[in-house]
Structures are given as structure tokens and as C-alpha cells.
């Protein structure tokens, strides 16, 4: 199953997700058990660290669609791409419902960028995903706190590529975007995605 595609040409970025064994998972809720699908986002910094815009996100955290949440919506799902693009646009952002298979979505960001290196990343969080370390007394709604993937990509200097690696976590109360460097004591986090792949091209 394919997720939303955006057909473009001339500068874009296109990325590619594949969902690995822990996309979905089965959740707990009072008496009813509930399929939980990830939210996501991508977006693109300089390497000092500027947000410059997203590439795409989730549709439920780009409305805050959430239910019986507050009315700021729930920060803790993704904290790192909330506080980033508290700073800057969002014109660009392809939206969606979380895909329940492979998505590859294109961006015309690159046509707005400057030649040069930039930083792509990558945030997932799904709700509800508990493990040892990342309890229901300790965790609130999240379970384990959010993984943030990231890669360098070159923009204007011909077809770029890179495969995004897991870089750190997010707050687990959303309280800030600070990235805690490391995966240590996730488990199945880490099985959401096999893998996260932007590819940048020139025409």
C-alpha cells in the first residue's frame, strides 16, 4: 500500500518510508483494543541547526486533531518538530493520515533553498507504546518518547541521497525540542521504520 504521493519536477526532495514490524501496534483502551499508527514529521534545518520548513506531516499533528486532548494539542507526540517549527513556516508541508504502508511524498522546498548542505530530520512517536523501562506510572500517554532520525543532504550540486539514522529522542512531557543524543532504552521504537531514505533531485 502506497501512502500520498505529490508529482512534482525541478528541484524537490522525494522521501521514502518503510515501515518495519512495530509500524502498528495494539493498544489497550478501558475495555476496547485500538490499532495505534505512528505520527510523523520531516523537516529540513541548516547544519547550525536553523529550521527552514517541513517536508511532511502527519495530518492529525498538523490540525492537533487529537482526541480528547487540549486545545494546544499534545506537543509530547513530536516536541522536536513542534518547538522547531514554532519558529518558522510551514508552506511547503505535504499532510496526510498516517500511511498504513509505504509512503513516498515529494517536496518543492529545494526550489526556495540555497545551494549548499542542509540537515534533514525525522521525528516518529506512537502513542501508548509502553515497555520496562518506559511505563504507564512514568511515561503518561507516550510510552517511550519520540525517535528522531537525521542525515546530511547537498542541495544544488546534482542528485543527492541519504538513508536518516536514529540521532536521539524527544521530551516525553513535550516541555522542550532538545534532542537527548542516544536510543537507550527504547526497543520498539526502534522497529517503527526499516528504514528512511530522502533523496534530493535536481530536475
Known amino acids: 500500500m502506497t501512502g500520498p504521493v505529490v508529482n ?18 495494539t493498544m489497550g483502551f478501558l475495555f476496547i483494543r485500538l490499532q495505534s499508527s505512528p505520527q510523523i514529521a520531516c523537516w529540513i534545518e541548516t547544519p547550525e ?6 517536508i511532511y506531516v502527519t495530518e492529525k499533528v498538523a490540525r492537533k486533531s487529537w482526541f480528547g486532548a487540549p486545545a494546544a494539542g499534545r506537543p509530547e507526540a513530536l516536541p522536536v518538530w513542534t518547538h522547531a517549527k ?15 504502508g509505504s509512503v ?21 512517536n506512537a502513542s501508548f507504546d509502553y515497555n520496562e523501562r518506559y511505563t504507564r506510572a512514568n511515561s503518561g500517554v507516550n510510552g517511550q518518547p519520540s ?3 537525521s542525515g546530511g543532504i547537498d542541495v544544488g550540486k ?3 541521497s541519504v538513508d536518516l539514522t536514529p ?7 513535550g516541555s522542550d525540542g532538545n534532542i ?17 531514505r530522502i533523496v534530493y533531485h535536481d530536475r
Do not use: C, N, W
Not at 49 to 54: S, V
Not at 167 to 173: H, I, V, Y
Open 8 to 25: 512534482l519536477s525541478g528541484p524537490r526532495f522525494e522521501l521514502a518510508l518503510t515501515p518495519g514490524p512495530r509500524y502498528r501496534h
Open 49 to 54: 541547526g536553523k529550521y527552514m520548513d517541513t
Open 86 to 100: 514554532a519558529a518558522g513556516p510551514l508552506s511547503d508541508a505535504v499532510s496526510g493520515a498516517t500511511p498504513g
Open 104 to 124: 513516498q511524498v515529494q517536496s518543492a522546498l529545494p526550489a526556495r533553498l540555497s545551494p549548499g548542505r542542509y540537515i534533514v530530520k525525522l521525528e516518529i
Open 147 to 149: 525517535l528522531v532520525y
Open 158 to 160: 546534482g542528485e543527492s
Open 167 to 173: 540521532l536521539g529522542t524527544g521530551s516525553l512531557d
Open 180 to 196: 537527548r543524543p542516544g536510543v537507550e532504552g527504547l526497543t520498539t521504537a526502534l522497529q517503527m521504520l526499516q528504514s528512511a
